[in-house]
């Protein structure tokens, strides 16, 4: 009797994804990891040119650092939201364990991430698309 072999892989949808940290090596690092991970990341270290480099590069996914000089995470995520909608998915990276209250309300950000960020938590605040297949 001939056995069968089912073999599953997982299939992931890449995303766009843009990582603002005024941190060259956090930036670079996260957009390595979500790279390896499959999909199109970018980075930028000023946050005034993170509205820009998203539509260019058509971001689904930002991750903004709230503590940042010249206009925080909290004021950049609210101009994207003001730019974009609901189109793209916003998530805040801090090292802070609770947003000031009010804040959240007003940056509208989809998930909250708190320093060190492990892999896992970063490709699932991604929003990662992933089916399982068996072939």
Known sequence: MARR???TRQVMTPLHILVIDDSLELAECFARV????????????????????????HAEVVFIDIDMPGID???????????????????????????????????RFDAYLVKPVSLERLLDAAGRSAATITV
């Not at 990341?41 to 820009?52: E, K, R």
């Not at 101009?79 to 805040?92: E, I, S, Y």
Request: hydrophobic fraction near 45%; proline fraction near 8%.
């Open 5 to 7: 072999l089912l073999l």
């Open 73 to 107: 995470g909290w004021e950049l995520a609210h101009l994207f939201r003001r730019r974009f909608g609901p189109a793209v998915r916003l998530v805040a990276v801090t090292g802070v364990d609770r947003p000031p209250p009010g804040r959240v309300s007003y940056a």
């Open 34 to 57: 979500l790279e390896e991970s499959g999909h199109r990341a970018g980075f930028v270290i000023n946050p005034l040119d993170a509205l820009d480099a998203a539509e260019g590069m």
